[in-house]
T-cell receptor
Framework: DTEVTQTPKHLVMGMTNKKSLKCEQH?????MYWYKQKAKKPPELMFV???????INESVPSRFSPECPNSSLLNLHLHALQPEDSALYLC????????????FGPGTRLTVL | QKEVEQNSGPLSVPEGAIASLNCTYS??????FFWYRQYSGKSPELIMS????GDKEDGRFTAQLNKASQYVSLLIRDSQPSDSATYLC???????????FGSGTRLLVRP
């Protein structure tokens, strides 16, 4: 298994909903990331988990809540989002032998109504 | 402010030509450099990494790094219409997990 998977591929939610994005990898990578990408912009780092511990939090609003239950799984819990949070949410992971190299999953396209 | 700069393009080249994509970065101490390709609506795909001054070749792709001048480039030989995408330059500036991305260069390869 040589890829990062993300579910769902698409998500539409209202501003009062609670939803979660899921990311999984079985490559033994020990760093996992969440990024947000708006159209025609580069990815913006949100969170980094290293060995299941939150390593970087880029001052993201509390309506985004990350969780790393184990070394293969990363979740992003969403609550009370705003329409401006609509974006492509990308998960990435890095191998322990090359922790600066990031491999991206296919992303979840989120629309907030 | 740590920055990575790219020309937004579009860079338009005919099929079969060499496409040259450039990137400059602000932190002289940066150690690792990456090129990602991103098709419209898709996620970034890592195509090249480079750590040392000079050239690194992988198939039709060549990455070039000049740390003294603080630039990194990507050459695509024999460009194909399927190479049409946005190319993101990313730099790790402080040996942390954080990559600084440029805004990307859009490449159009004309048949």
């Amino acid at each position: 298994d040589t890829e990062v998977t993300q579910t769902p591929k698409h998500l539409v939610m209202g501003m009062t909903n609670k939803k979660s994005l899921k990311c999984e990898q079985h490559m033994g990578h020990r760093a996992m990331y969440w990024y947000k990408q708006k159209a025609k912009k580069p990815p913006e780092l949100m969170f980094v988990y290293s060995y299941e511990k939150l390593s970087i939090n880029e001052s993201v609003p509390s309506r985004f809540s990350p969780e790393c239950p184990n070394s293969s799984l990363l979740n992003l819990h969403l609550h009370a989002l705003q329409p401006e949070d609509s974006a492509l949410y990308l998960c990435a992971s890095s191998p322990p032998t090359s922790s600066d190299t990031q491999y991206f999953g296919p992303g979840t396209r989120l629309t907030v109504l | 402010q740590k920055e990575v700069e790219q020309n937004s393009g579009p860079l338009s080249v005919p099929e079969g030509a060499i496409a040259s994509l450039n990137c400059t970065y602000s932190d002289r101490g940066s150690q690792s450099f990456f090129w990602y390709r991103q098709y419209s609506g898709k996620s970034p795909e890592l195509i090249m990494s480079i750590y040392s001054n000079g050239d690194k070749e992988d198939g039709r792709f060549t990455a070039q790094l000049n740390k003294a001048s603080q630039y990194v480039s990507l050459l695509i030989r024999d460009s194909q219409p399927s190479d049409s995408a946005t190319y993101l330059c990313a730099v790790n500036m402080d040996s942390s997990y954080k990559l600084i991305f440029g805004s990307g260069t859009r490449l159009l390869v004309r048949p």
